[in-house]
Every structure is written in structure tokens, then in C-alpha cells.
């Protein structure tokens, strides 16, 4: 079982995309989970996703359906995923089968202060605990989390390795990064998110003035619902970032939103370049051969962009840098090739470790793999346009769908919620059965030990009366003794004076 919201040959639609999320909310989190999904499909493996439950209560039936539970994670040691992870430790407590975290990191500031610790970290020793029983190592995405869990008490190595994120590894070991020949009609893709700098996003809206063809690839799904139907406007306190449709990257239809990553990879072996600050979306070009820049401004892009070599550029030292020609002057596009080859050893002897089969037992220089036969059979939807670009038929019809899709989502969620709450009461019946019986096997043991007490305090009540009454024998023997031992040694005192007096 892998932790994931749908295979890589489920084919979605926009559509079904739109009514309900299978990926975590980030469609970036495909692209570790295909890796996964590649690295491990072979005939006599049948790989089943876990639909991102986190529920313990499914415990017995994984222990009894499956074989081993792969967890793939970002950058999950985070305030904001505490429920889960708890969840998540609860769950893995009960399994019997073997359980591998194959990449996990911390997410925290550029300069993280480790040794301050952070409110989630017990809910981390606890997770880490529980994995550990059930595995030989973790997996981590980079240093940063590696010293973070020595600081809590783990021991590298032993308790976990750097194996960085396994998406960099989806087809092998080696990358191939193309020459860049940037030219001003040349097909640029750039990302970002609500939280990138300020200084990004006026970076990458200069890029744009200078390159027109370009596309922004949003990944998060509240996204993409604003590409689709037009709406609600999503959250962000940058000034600069894109929050409506009236923003120029949706007003000019410049928008692509990818359901698979089949359709994502075409995309971007078709970009002549990509930048900005989400790692994913320079990693996916990356791992196609199109050549990228990331902007780094926080501790989980850092420790990746060191630990695979990304070419790269700080948030703060990007403020400082006056163009792209400048920026592009100042890194080495094909960087991540040099540690590529080391990196996936390090991924593969990670999978050995803890026991997982793979397609690279008898030749890790492969370059084909089980998994591509079946997507080569599949036909997958490009990214849907923007409804800014639609007009006439087209325009009302996806306003009509979207209207239609957001009824049913709706219900979807009302069903859901109703669904948990009847689950939610269910449980807590028995937890109340529970405690009845539990009180009434108590109370009943009370009862006993009372009674059990009374017969103790009879028992004891009638031996003290009949030590009462042997002390009171004993002093009557004693007092009838010493009398009969005085008359005793009257009488024998009487003989010898009778004797003495007989003596001559």
C-alpha cells in the first residue's frame, strides 16, 4: 500500500478533479508519489493507494490485506499536519506489517533554530518511535531534518538517512539537463506560491515582460478552482502574488493546472526553461532535462536544493541580482547532474535496508521500467484552459458544469462530515460500552473484595475472641499453677523442717 490519492494510470479529468481532491491538496505531491509508484511497480507487486487516509482505525484490515505500507511525506514535521502525524503513529502502532517513510522533512524558517525546538516535537519523537518499530531506517529529504532529529534524540544512521525527496529519482539515475538557447518567444514555465517572497514574484513578473510565451503552473487546488470556474479568490498577503482572475497570469489565460503527471511532464519537456520558488516545479523539469533556477527562502527548499544540487538562488541575495542574463551568469544550470548517480545509490540501498522490492535489483542503470508500458497505453487530459480565455458555448458551459460540480462537491462534503460523525459516534459508543463494562467488571470487583474484606474482619473478629479467650486460660493455668507451685514448696519446706528437727 503506498500513501497516495490515485494511481498514476487513474485517469482524471478537470472535472473530476474539480468535484473531489486526490492529491493532498498540492498537486505537487504527485510527483513523489509517481517516483514511488515507478520505482516499485513490477508484475509481482501490486501496489494500492491509501486514498491519504490517515485513519488507525484501519489497522486490521491493512494488517490483513497488505504486505508492507510505503509512506511517502513532504514536509510533514509541521504545526499544521500535527493531527495527522498523530493519527498517522496511532495507525502504524497497530500494524503488524513492515512500514517504510520513504522521505520526510521539517518545514521551518531559512535559519531554523533547532535547539529552541518546536511545539510539534513530540508528536515527531512519537512518530519516529512507532515507524522505527516497524522498519529499519527513515528516510530523509535533507540535512536540515537530519540535525533536527539528532537534536531530539535519534541517532543517524541508525535511526535515519538522507536519501533527499524521491522525485528527483523517477527515471533513474541519471539527469540530462539540455543546453539552455532562451530566446524571446521561447516557451518559459514559471511557479510560485501564496507565501513566495515579494522580491520573486517581481522577479519572475519581469521575466515575463522580457519572454511572453510564458505559462504559470500553480499547484495548489484552491488554485486550481480559480482557474476553472473563476472563483473565490484565493489568500495570500503578497502584493504581487495572483489571487483572482482579474490578476494578468489568469486574465491573460496564461494558466495550466495538471490532473497527472504524464500530462505535466509532457509540458515540460516542451518549456525551454523554468523558474521560481516551488520545488516541484523545478524538479519535474529537471527531471526531464529542461533547465531551471529555484529561489530558496526556507529550510525545506534549502536543504533539497543543497542535498540534489539544484542550480538555485536565494530569496534574499535575488533582490540584488538585475535580471535574468545576470541571474543566469551566476549558476550552473546542469548541476543536479553530478550528484544524481550518488544520490540514487544512496535512495536504492535505502530501499534494500528496509526490504522493499524494486525494478533495480539486478541493474540500477536501467532506463526503462514496468510502469511507462502502462501509461504509453493511457491517454491523459492536458491541463484545462482557463475560463478567462472562453467565450459564447464554451464559457457558459463551464460555468454550468462548475456550478453543477460545486452542488455536488458540496454534497460530497456534507456526506463525508455525516459520515465521520456517525463514524465519530459509533466510536464513542463502544469507548461508552466500554467504560460501562469496564465500570461494571470494577464495581463487581469491588463488591467481591468487600465481601471478601467482611469475611476477613469475621475471621479475624472470632480469632481474636478465641485469643481472648486462650489468654484468659493461659492466666487461669498460670494463676493455678503458682498456687499449686507455693504449696508445693510449703509442704516440701514443712518435710525438711520435720526432718531437721528429728536429727540427733
Known sequence: MIRSGMRPTDVYTAEDMYLRDRTGFNNGNLAYQYSIYRTLWQEET?????????????????????????????????????????????????????????????????????EQGFSFDEDVKEFVKAVLEKSAKLGLRGQITADYLKQLGFKEQEDYE???????????????????????????????????????LQFLNEVIQKHPNYYFIPQHLDEFHLM??????????????????????????????????????????QASFSIGPRLHGNVIPTIVGTPN????????????????????????????????????????????EKVQKQNFDRFIDFLDA???????????????????????????????????????????????????????????????????RDYQIKQLTAQLNQTKNQLTNEQKAKQSLETKLNESEQ?????????????????????????????????????LAKLKGRTP
Open 46 to 114: 501490486e501496489l494500492v493507494p491509501d486514498g491519504l487516509s490517515t485513519d488507525p482505525s484501519r489497522a486490521a484490515r491493512y494488517n490483513e490485506e497488505y504486505d508492507a505500507y510505503i509512506i511517502p511525506l513532504a514536509d510533514a514535521f509541521r504545526e499544521d499536519f500535527r493531527p495527522q502525524l498523530r493519527n498517522y503513529t496511532a495507525l502504524i502502532k497497530q500494524l503488524n506489517i513492515p512500514v517504510i517513510v520513504t522521505g520526510v522533512g521539517l518545514r521551518a524558517a531559512y535559519e531554523p533554530q533547532l
Open 162 to 200: 538522507v536519501i533527499g525527496c524521491p522525485s528527483l529519482y523517477t527515471f533513474g539515475s541519471e539527469l540530462k539537463i539540455r543546453d539552455l538557447n532562451l530566446q524571446r518567444d521561447s516557451l518559459i514555465a514559471i511557479n510560485a506560491s501564496p507565501v513566495s517572497s515579494e522580491a520573486s
Open 228 to 269: 476553472y470556474a473563476g472563483g473565490p479568490d484565493i489568500s495570500s498577503d503578497r502584493q504581487s502574488y495572483p489571487v483572482s482572475i482579474l490578476d494578468c497570469y489568469y486574465k491573460e489565460g496564461r494558466v495550466k493546472y495538471f490532473t497527472s503527471m504524464p500530462s505535466w511532464y509532457d509540458f515540460m519537456r
Open 293 to 336: 533556477v529555484s529561489f530558496v527562502q526556507d529550510a525545506r527548499m534549502r536543504e533539497l536544493a543543497a542535498y540534489h544540487n539544484l542550480p538555485h538562488v536565494t530569496a534574499e541575495k535575488l533582490s540584488e541580482i538585475q535580471n535574468l542574463e545576470e541571474l543566469l551568469g551566476q549558476v550552473d544550470l546542469k548541476s543536479a
Open 354 to 420: 528496509n526490504q522493499v522490492p524494486h525494478i533495480y535489483t539486478e541493474n540500477r542503470d536501467r532506463k526503462e521500467a514496468p510502469l511507462d508500458i502502462e501509461i504509453a497505453a493511457l491517454t491523459f487530459p492536458e491541463s484545462a484552459e482557463p475560463i478567462t480565455v472562453l467565450t459564447g458555448v464554451p464559457l457558459y458551459e463551464r460555468i454550468q458544469t462548475a456550478s453543477r460540480l460545486l452542488k455536488e462537491r458540496h454534497q460530497v462534503k456534507v456526506d463525508y462530515e455525516n459520515h465521520r
Open 459 to 495: 475471621k479475624l473478629t472470632q480469632a481474636n475472641t478465641r485469643l481472648e479467650k486462650q489468654q484468659a486460660e493461659i492466666k487461669h493455668y498460670k494463676g493455678t499453677l503458682n498456687r499449686k507451685a507455693v504449696r508445693a514448696t510449703l509442704k516440701v519446706t514443712d518435710s
